[in-house]
């Protein structure tokens, strides 16, 4: 069909929990987009069935969720429900730089979105970078172009052509020599500058390759970490990404120990090291010099991704996952757990118990045919002893046969 210009494609196991917890949102994915007149169609493929087509794809977890677009296959990472999947249909189905050619538009746009990536000016090498990394990076978020008249008199731009990015009800300008790359760039400020992190958030911000700062929080610390994150922009925005995490379950798995609520805790996500401060934090004074000394180094570094860390964490899942099974279901737990112990006890009990049988059967045999190793010694030695006895017998009874033989009787004597 072609009107059809992507198709949205789940890939899945018949056998696989999460796939079936998805089934119903995946239905209503497909009722949203033909409702709503999109041209994404949306499908769905047995991967254990066509695991050559998956394979093709690079399918290695179920389910797996790819828009295809022309020759491009984008990966689908977000949350799993209806209307972040939609989201991201029509995000990626669409051109990867859409045009804002009025202020109205741009309003319009500055409401639905908290951030937003324009480009301003004419044909340059820094369009083609924009486009490439718009081409690549539209899985995330929206980009625009737009000329500069659209914008607020407020918004003064150094020169063009320029990369804009608005959030936090600011705006900042890329900068090639500062900034690095732009790719780089636009991946670490399509945040905004402070986020409440859960799991999925904390995976995205590890892609970015930086250090991030959580906090486990009551509002007092949460007003402080935000006047951080806004005050102290332009020395920490390269290197931290500023956030709080309601509750400590997630970040005690993921340190493998017990943090207080509330504490802050800074995470480096390249290497799973993580550092606390010394003492409780009150003050913005405090949280400052804290976060310095995570830059500078004099801050001590916990964890990391070590051999023995490593070692750790498989040993922590492993008691994390029994213990959450004994918690939720005692019977269930002591079946799975109870049986394969048993068996493995009956087994081992089983090798032993038949090696000593054999044995008692073997001396019980020999002791019936009186083959023992002693008996056959004592045989040995009482025949040696009879050899010996017929030995020192023989010449005297050789000598009595000749001396009966040399005397002879008179009667014969005289026949002779």
């Known amino acids: 069909n072609k009107s059809v210009v992507a198709g949205l494609r789940c890939f899945y196991a018949p056998w696989c929990g999460y796939c079936k917890k998805l089934e119903p949102v995946w239905h209503d994915v497909g009722v949203e987009l033909k409702s709503s007149g999109s041209p994404v169609r949306v499908g769905k493929m047995d991967a254990t069935a066509y695991s050559g087509m998956a394979s093709e794809f690079g399918v290695r977890g179920y389910p797996t969720i790819k828009l295809l677009k022309g020759d491009l296959a984008y990966n689908y990472k977000g949350p799993r429900t209806k209307d972040d999947i939609v989201e991201f249909a029509n995000r990626v189905a669409g051109p990867a730089v859409r045009s804002l050619p009025s202020k109205q538009m741009f309003e319009h746009m500055m409401k639905r979105h908290d951030v937003l990536f324009v480009y301003v000016g004419g044909e340059s090498p820094l369009k083609e970078k924009y486009n490439d990394v718009a081409s690549e990076l539209i899985v995330y978020t929206y980009f625009f172009s737009a000329p500069e008249e659209v914008f607020p008199e407020s918004v ?42 859960d799991g999925f958030t904390l995976y995205e911000l590890g892609e970015t390759g930086g250090v ?28 931290f990404q500023f956030g709080h995490m309601d ?36 003050t913005m004074e405090q949280l400052v010099q804290f976060i310095n000394g995570v830059l500078n180094g004099s801050a001590q570094a916990n964890g990391g991704d070590g051999y023995i860390q490593r070692i750790k964490r498989v040993a922590f899942d492993a008691r994390s996952t029994i213990m959450s099974v004994f918690r939720s279901s005692p ?59 017929t030995e020192l017998e023989g010449p005297e009874d050789g000598e009595n046969e000749e001396d009966d033989v040399g005397e002879k009787d008179p009667e014969e004597k005289k026949t002779d």
């Open 156 to 197: 003064t731009l150094p020169e063009l052509p320029a990369v804009v990015v608005f959030k936090d009800g600011a705006y900042f300008t890329y900068d090639e020599y500062e900034d690095a790359s732009l790719s780089s760039w636009v991946n670490k400020e399509r945040f905004q500058g402070y986020l409440q992190i």
């Open 331 to 389: 019977l269930l737990a002591c079946f799975l757990f109870g049986l394969p112990l048993g068996v493995i006890s009956l087994m081992c009990y089983g090798i032993c118990t038949a090696d000593s049988d054999d044995g008692s059967d073997d001396i019980d045999a020999l002791k019936r045919e009186g083959l023992t190793d002693e008996e056959e010694e004592e045989e040995e030695e009482e025949e040696e002893e009879r050899q010996r006895a």
């Open 247 to 282: 509750g400590n379950d997630y970040i005690n798995s993921l340190i493998m120990g017990e943090v207080t609520v509330p504490s802050v805790i800074i995470l480096n996500t390249s290497n799973e090291q993580y550092f606390l401060p010394s003492e409780p934090i009150e």
């Open 212 to 239: 991030c700062i959580k906090v486990v929080i009551h509002n007092i610390l949460k007003a402080l970490i935000q006047r951080v994150a806004k005050e102290y922009r332009e020395h920490f925005n390269r290197d």
